[in-house]
């Protein structure tokens, strides 16, 4: 069965510092990868989204993930975190062979420092 | 305004007693699912749909029922509601073939007793 993991349940950092979420996906053929933001009591939100063009893709809000076919992973990074950055994060893959069903990781909460 | 919407946003039922979460988009989008949000989870997704008339499982499907029988609606069916059923609920939509993002409705929070 196709899997998607992100590494950390929690992630704290203080504001100006980087962020770096991990996710990493179980197959690597062809998927589709996002990003999704979640901030309290709200809906999710696209933050970025890979699908076989730039290997480094670039989102909304100064954040980036770099799809690495070796390792299975799709990281999502941020050169320096803000306040409004603390939310649940997302790693969301579709693979061709599974149809259009959409696989979410377990999400990461973001706490920012200030 | 472009959006998916749900109702209600919240509600709390009893065992058994039969209900139906709405959705709704006006974006004129081909893909349509139902996810349930449960904490240390992520999300899990429950049908999906694409297009009128087509619908399929997703990983957790037991206990739900969905139609399509138009574009901008697909309705999540409870027939027995069990307590294990105390989720958040999300409806999300999609343009579908060439466009894979997701836009997702506020959430509907349903409380079984």
């Known amino acids: 069965a196709q899997s998607v993991t992100q590494l950390d349940s929690h992630v704290s950092v203080s504001e100006g510092t980087p962020v770096l979420l991990r996710c990493n996906y179980s197959?690597?053929?062809?998927?589709?990868l996002f990003w999704y933001v979640q901030h309290p009591n709200k809906g999710l939100q696209l933050l970025l989204k890979y699908t076989s063009a730039a290997t480094l893709v670039k989102g909304i809000n100064g954040f980036e993930a770099e799809f690495k076919k070796s390792e299975t992973s799709f990281h999502l990074t941020k050169p320096s975190a803000h306040m409004s950055d603390a939310a649940e994060y997302f790693c969301?893959?579709?693979?061709?062979?599974?149809?259009?069903?959409?696989?979410f990781g377990t999400g990461t909460s973001l706490t920012v420092i200030p | 305004e472009a959006q998916v919407t749900q109702n209600p946003r919240y509600l709390i039922t009893v065992t058994g007693k039969k209900l139906t979460v709405t959705c709704s988009q006006n974006m004129n989008h081909e893909y349509m699912s139902w996810y349930r949000q449960d904490p240390g989870l992520g999300l899990r997704q429950i049908y999906y749909s694409m297009n009128v008339e087509v619908t399929d499982k997703g990983d957790v499907p037991e206990g739900y029922k969905v139609s399509r029988k138009e574009k901008r609606n697909f309705p999540l069916i409870l027939e027995s509601p069990s307590p294990n059923q105390t989720s958040l609920y999300f409806c999300?939509?999609?343009?579908?073939?060439?466009?894979?993002?997701?836009?997702f409705g506020p959430g509907t929070r349903l409380t079984v007793t």
């Open positions: 999300a939509s999609s343009p579908g073939t060439g466009s894979l993002e997701q836009y």
């Open positions: 969301v893959v579709l693979w061709p062979s599974t149809g259009n069903q959409f696989y």
């Open positions: 197959s690597s053929y062809s998927p589709s």
